[in-house]
């Protein structure tokens, strides 16, 4: 365990040269010396709640309730220092105050009313990387498809004009291919003076 636990006084002493507490750990922590051979003989330390999604890789931050405990840095030896309590909500405590008070430590307790934390997500459920990849294969049989209904298409296309039907004007000077249905006009033919020279265009 990081921290030292006093089942008698309530205490969580804090180690020495510790600035930072994160309460994420810090319930960590607890957790494990509640399912200690010597935690278990006792009532629990603390509750929590929070974390639940809401969704797009927002979570409501968490809270650590503190049942009767506080925290207890180490007294200052000479000119007092400043310790920072961060990642959640620290409420409970004795009469509401989850510290204890030490000689020369201040301390700054980071807390918010309507806490979350946001991670990063791309509204699929997947890390930008998978994400990426994803798009990335998507694009790719994109493109497949794309090529295959265009070759598909050009290869339809040459098998009406040598089967079907086709009309050359009386003067030999144009030819239209028409649709399967023998009906519209799929495309038509100029055809030059010394006929040597076709020139096409779509209807």
Same mark, same amino acid.
């Given at each position: 365990?990081?921290?030292? $636990?006093?089942?008698?006084?309530?205490?969580? +002493?804090?180690?020495?040269?510790?600035?930072? #507490?994160? =309460?994420?750990?810090?319930?960590?922590?607890?957790?494990?010396?509640?399912?200690?051979?010597? @935690?278990?003989? $006792?009532?629990?330390?603390?509750?929590?709640?929070?974390? %639940?999604?809401? !969704?797009?890789?927002?979570? #409501? !931050?968490?809270? &650590?309730?503190?049942?009767?405990?506080?925290? *207890?840095?180490?007294?200052?030896?000479? !000119? @007092?220092?400043?310790?920072?309590? +961060? !990642?959640?909500? /620290?409420?409970?405590?004795?009469?509401?105050?989850?510290?204890?008070?030490?000689?020369? =430590?201040?301390? /700054?307790?980071?807390?918010?009313?309507?806490?979350?934390?946001?991670?990063?997500?791309?509204?699929?459920? &997947?890390?930008?990387?998978?994400?990426?990849?994803?798009?990335?294969?998507?694009? $790719?049989?994109?493109?497949?498809?794309?090529?295959?209904?265009?070759?598909?298409?050009?290869?339809?296309?040459?098998?009406?004009?040598?089967?079907? *039907?086709?009309?050359?004007?009386?003067? @030999?000077?144009? #030819?239209?291919? +028409? %649709?399967?249905?023998?009906?519209?006009? &799929?495309?038509?033919?100029?055809?030059?003076?010394? *006929? &040597?020279?076709?020139? @096409?265009?779509?209807?």
């Amino acid at each position: 365990m990081a921290f030292a $636990y006093d089942f008698a006084q309530k205490f969580i +002493y804090v180690p020495q040269d510790t600035v930072d #507490v994160d =309460v994420q750990a810090l319930l960590n922590d607890i957790r494990s010396i509640e399912a200690s051979e010597a @935690g278990i003989l $006792y009532p629990p330390i603390a509750t929590a709640s929070g974390k %639940e999604s809401l !969704g797009s890789g927002i979570a #409501v !931050g968490m809270t &650590l309730n503190l049942l009767g405990w506080q925290l *207890k840095f180490p007294d200052a030896a000479q !000119g @007092g220092y400043t310790v920072r309590i +961060y !990642g959640g909500n /620290l409420v409970g405590g004795v009469d509401g105050d989850t510290i204890a008070y030490s000689d020369g =430590v201040q301390v /700054l307790i980071v807390q918010s009313a309507s806490s979350t934390i946001v991670t990063t997500s791309t509204g699929s459920g &997947l890390s930008a990387e998978q994400d990426q990849l994803l798009r990335n294969a998507v694009t $790719y049989s994109n493109s497949a498809s794309l090529n295959a209904s265009n070759a598909f298409t050009e290869a339809t296309k040459g098998r009406k004009m040598q089967t079907n *039907k086709a009309v050359v004007s009386g003067d @030999g000077r144009s #030819v239209i291919i +028409y %649709e399967d249905d023998g009906i519209t006009p &799929l495309w038509l033919f100029d055809i030059s003076a010394d *006929k &040597l020279t076709r020139i @096409g265009s779509e209807p």
